[in-house]
């Protein structure tokens, strides 16, 4: 069973930076596509950024330019860097796996990212 975990949110001003992590455990990592996405209050789940197992990226327009994505499969990790962070993006922000063998995604239980002076 797959299970995603994020961790890395929290609470930073205007301007700030932050950096998620996620790791699905039980999965193949490195066949894995890894995603990450957001929910700001109420509004509906968005895109933000995707990376292959191959290492192509995909952007989402939200955070274009402000966001970077990487991943380590050595340590099945992912990671969201986020930089110059303004209140609009306060969200709960979701990892998802998404295997392209079994056509499965997988959620983690989302971090919340709060915005504010």
């Known amino acids: 069973q797959v299970q995603v975990v994020e961790s890395g949110g929290g609470a930073v001003q205007p301007g700030g930076s932050l950096r998620l992590s996620c790791t699905p455990s039980?999965?193949?990592?490195?066949?894995?596509?890894m995603n990450w996405y957001r929910q700001p209050p109420g509004k509906q789940r968005e895109f933000l950024v995707g990376?292959?197992?191959?290492?192509?990226?995909t952007y989402g327009d939200s955070m274009k330019g402000r966001a970077t994505i990487s991943r380590d499969n050595a340590k099945k990790m992912v990671y969201l860097q986020m930089n110059n962070l303004q209140p609009e993006d306060t969200a709960v922000y979701y990892c998802n796996a998404h295997s392209d063998l079994t056509s499965k995604d997988y959620w983690g239980q989302g971090t919340q990212v709060t915005v504010s002076s």
């Open positions: 990376i292959d197992d191959d290492g192509t990226i």
């Open positions: 039980g999965a193949i990592f490195s066949l894995m596509i």
